[in-house]
């Protein structure tokens, strides 16, 4: 009997329970910007999830990207990005600052569940980086806050534009540089060509997003 090509359409591999889900920091990119896209064309994924999906949820977790965001409601990163249970990891604390357990759990994002794209991403009328350009002091937790949010916000006093806007952007700036400056490990990863860090902007008003810093 001579050979026969086996001409079969074979389907693509299901790496959805590898290490960030066999993504590289492109391809993260490239499913997260398709999620927001569905997200402003109101076409959202209908997604089911099963018992048999909580057992493996439960089993193990295999997120693509690492998200540290604001903790305002209206930014929550599953639905403007219309990603599932298990997708994201995700850090979020007002004013999207990066704080010594934030930066721990990036951490273990990248090293242990091999994700490969953090995103920082601030958001449009942000009350947290408004009150730091209000607020000069304040006592306890908010003051430590506002004293982490401040050097952002002076960079934006000499900028060109709203200064509300300015800050922000600066302020998602501020802390991409701060990641890389206080973990080795991720400037590490950083620097082998491994993990991309960027900066987004969220617009309330519109849904878009808006890119204003990038590493790796
Ligand atoms: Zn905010």
Redesign the pocket.
Known sequence: MPDTPDTAPTAPPDRSREPGQGLTKEEALHRLLEGHWRYLENSRLQRTVTAADRGLHAQGQYPFAALLG?A?SRVAPELIFDQGQGDLFVVRV??NIIGLSGLASLEYAVQNLGVRLIVVMG?EN???VKAALDVHDAPGPIGYLLREIAPAVEVARTAPGPLLDRAVECNVKHTVNNILERSETLKKYVDDGQLRVVGIVYRLSSGDIEFHATAG
């Open positions: 604001c305002d007002a004013g958001h942000c009350g947290a």
